[in-house]
Each structure stands twice: as C-alpha cells, then as structure tokens.
C-alpha cells in the first residue's frame, strides 16, 4: 500500500517536472495575467453611451483617478484598453509588430478600406511615401504665394462680417488641402466636394445607424457622392496626358501601382486628415493668442521684423519657405496649441497577439487606444498643463528642451508627415 502511494506521488511529481520542463514553455504565460482594472458595462453596448453622452475629458479623467493609468473598458462594439502614460503610448504606438492601426468598421465603412489609416506594412509604406513626397518642404515651397493667396481672400471674405471662426477655417484649410492634391484643377470641383465633406464630417462621429434620416445615412451617401466626383477627375486627368506635381498626380503615376479605387480612398482620406484637423488647431490659435496678449505682441512682433527685413533687403513682399523658417515664436505657440487643444483626444490600435504590459494582459484582438489630451494635460509630464505658455518649449541650452521628452507623436513613425506640414 505504501509503495502504491509512493508510486503515484512519485508519478505526480514527475508529471509535473516533465509538463514545467517541456509543456509550459508552449503556453503563453499571458494566461496567468489580469486584465487592466475597469468596468466593461453592459453587454455589447459596452461604455458607447456614457463616452457619447458626456465630455469625453470628464469620462477618461474620472477612469484614471479611479482606475490608473492603464484600464479596460467596452466602446463601440469593442473589448479595450486605455493608456494614458507617454511610455505606454510609446510602446504601443513604436510596436507595430504588435500593435496594428485599427479603427471601428463603421469609420472604415465611411472613408475607403483602401486609404493609409487600415493599413500596414508594404502598402502602407508606399502610401506614405507619396503621401511624404507631396508635402515636403521641396514640393510645399512652391505653393506658400498660393497658400498666402487662399489665406487673403479668405480674410478679404471675412472683412465687415460677424464670422464664426471655425468655419472659416475650415473653409481655409479645405481650400489649401485640395490645392496641394489637385493643384490649379481644384477650383472646378470646389464646391461640390466642399457640399459633399460637409455631410461625410457631420456623420463621422455618430452613431453608426444606417437607417434613412440618420447623420450616419446622409454622411454614407455623401461618400458614394465624393467617390462618384473622383472617379470624373481620375478620368478627365487621364485624357489629358499631362504631368502633375500634386498628391493627386503621384497617386496616379503608373509606378505608384494604386487602382482607381485605391487612389479615391487616399485622396478622401488624406483630405479628411488634413482639413478638421488644422482648422481647429487655427481656431484654437486664435483663441489663445486672443487671451494672452503679451503673447500676440511677440507674434506681431516677429511677423513685423520678418516683414521689415524683406523690405530692407529689396526682396519681395510675398510669403516663402524661407520666411516661415524664421518663425520662431510662431512656431512655438503652434506646438503649445497642439499640447493644450489635442484636438484629436486618441487614437486606435488593435493586439495582434496576447501582449504583457506592465503585469497585465492585453487580449489579442483588443483595442487600445492612448489616450493624447491625458498625457498632455497630466502634471506628470508638463508644469502647470493647463496653462498657455508657449515658452516651454523654448530650447535653452546645447539643444536641450525646457519640457520634458514625452511628446507622444515624436515616438511613431506616422508622425513624420506632421512635423514636416507644421
Ligand atoms: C493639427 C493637425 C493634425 C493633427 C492633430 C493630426 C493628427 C493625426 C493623428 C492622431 C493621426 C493618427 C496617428 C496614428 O494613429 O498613428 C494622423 C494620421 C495621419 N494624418 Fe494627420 N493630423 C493633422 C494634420 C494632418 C495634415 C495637414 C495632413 C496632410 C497631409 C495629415 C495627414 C495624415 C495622414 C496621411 C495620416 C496617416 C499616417 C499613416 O498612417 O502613416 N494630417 N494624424
């Protein structure tokens, strides 16, 4: 009987030995793992209607006094997690490997499956060098009269007017946007795509309701329409047989190897990325520089003495490249702007596999989404962040910044194309 004892406890041990020795290794050690702490609210519709119904700020900020830096939640149909530290930002945003630009099937629905967003790897890769080519300072230089030319008219326009100065914007940015895609052609399609962005904007962030009457109805059919009117200019630009040096004619460069379809849905894209974006990031310029006057002085200040120098120096009056590098100040409440509005509050990825992440388990197929306007408002990382002082990011000594190193955009490859428009 003994013996009989010894001999299952002896099997059992060795059982165990052999499953450490040889099994363990084969399963993810991300099984014993928690998930991030947080609420994951009701089946399906998740957290969707407490994020929608109220100030995202006041949602995510009191997730973090409540949970930390790192918590789960349910959004949009999707299992998530939140990041709201610039190192967790970082690694998600640096780990392509791991994490893939993912956002939820309705926004893909409503801008193209084929546009740089959805993708990765090769294809991403010569979508973005295209992208680049289009807005580098050799291919931006030549258009800055033009740009300072829309920027007149448009301020002309505003002359005697009560405006609001969004739509302004709006209408500014959206005019430069499609100068730079389809060059001098753009002013024949102006209006109708300017009709047409206007009912795709107001949908995309809605409900995803396709029923007729719907914000998310009208904004879909306003898609076929923005497709229908690209398929026209593709066209009439290949009877012509001409050379364009604009987005539009690198897309179609028979070497760029994109389909009609792929071309629409990067140039609806990039019109996208490039037009709420701006406007309200000049809109927010304008406030701030509005309530801190010592600041607008500099501005005024800097513009002035560029403009005086030119005088001076017998050059012409218009704007160029080289004036805009002599912004300085300028330059530095636009970062400031970007810091205090983060008008983009996160953005998507998905867990390509189960990932640890400072002892928690992130699932594969999870989203994640960092969490920008966090990070840029957290004490943590910048003195006073709610405060409008541009002068932190004045570089004080041997090329060392005032702030500290958290900018989360400087970590991932996909904010290049930024740093180069701005
Ligand atoms: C202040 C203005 C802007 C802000 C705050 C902004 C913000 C962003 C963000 C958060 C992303 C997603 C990054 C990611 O998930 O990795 C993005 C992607 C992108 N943006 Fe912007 N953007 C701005 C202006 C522009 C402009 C003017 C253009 C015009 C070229 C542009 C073109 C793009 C493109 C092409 C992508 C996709 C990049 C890729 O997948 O590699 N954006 N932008």
């Known amino acids: ?250 897309f179609m460069e028979e070497k760029a190897g994109l389909s009609d379809e792929q071309i629409a849905d990067n140039v609806i894209g990039v019109i996208f990325a490039a037009r709420d974006t701006t406007a309200s990031v000049l809109t927010w310029i304008v406030k701030y520089l509005g309530e801190n006057i010592s600041v607008l002085e500099a501005v005024i200040e800097e513009q002035e003495c560029i403009l005086k120098s030119k005088e001076e120096n017998g050059e012409e009056k218009g704007l160029n490249w080289e004036d805009t590098k002599k912004m300085v100040v300028t330059s530095r409440v636009i970062q400031e702007t970007l810091r205090v509005a983060s008008i983009l509050s996160f953005t998507f990825r998905e867990a390509v596999e189960d990932v640890e992440y400072q002892g928690y388990l992130i699932p594969k197929g999870w989203k994640v989404l960092p969490l920008f306007r966090n990070i840029h408002h957290s004490p943590k990382n910048f003195k006073d962040p709610e405060k409008f002082d541009p002068s932190r990011f004045e570089v004080v000594c041997g090329g060392c910044k005032k702030w500290n190193s958290v900018w989360p955009f400087c970590s991932s490859s996909k904010w290049i194309a930024h740093h180069i428009t701005f």
Request: charged share 20%; hydrophobic share 40%; net charge positive.
């Open 1 to 250: 009987m003994e013996l009989s004892i010894m001999f299952c406890l002896f099997t059992s041990f060795l059982l165990i030995v052999l499953f450490k020795i040889f099994i363990k290794p084969f399963v993810s050690k991300t099984h014993d793992l928690p998930l991030p702490p947080g609420s994951m609210g009701w089946p399906y519709i998740g957290e969707t209607f407490q994020l929608y119904s109220q100030d995202p700020n006041v949602f995510f900020a009191s997730k973090i006094k409540r949970y930390g830096s790192m918590f789960k939640s349910h959004i949009l149909g999707c299992p998530c997690v939140m990041i709201s530290s610039p190192e967790a930002a970082k690694f998600v945003l640096n780990k392509a490997q791991l994490f893939k630009p993912t956002f939820p099937a309705s926004k893909e629905r409503m801008l193209g499956k084929q546009a740089i967003f959805f993708h990765q790897g090769e294809y991403h890769a010569n979508l973005r060098r295209l992208v680049l080519r289009s807005f580098m300072p050799e291919a931006i230089k030549n258009i800055v009269p033009d740009i300072e030319s829309i920027a007149e008219d448009c301020l002309n326009s505003c002359e005697g007017r009560l405006i609001t100065t969004f739509l302004e914007m709006k209408t500014f940015t959206f005019n430069v946007a499609l100068l730079s895609i389809f060059g001098k052609d753009e002013i024949l399609y102006r209006e109708r795509l300017k009709q047409c962005y206007y009912s795709l904007e107001k949908g995309y962030n809605s409900m995803p309701i396709n029923l007729p009457g719907t914000l998310f109805h009208k904004a879909m059919k306003a898609r076929k329409e923005l497709a229908k009117i690209l398929a026209q200019i593709i066209s009439s630009r290949r009877q012509k047989k001409q050379d364009y040096k604009d987005l539009l004619g690198s």
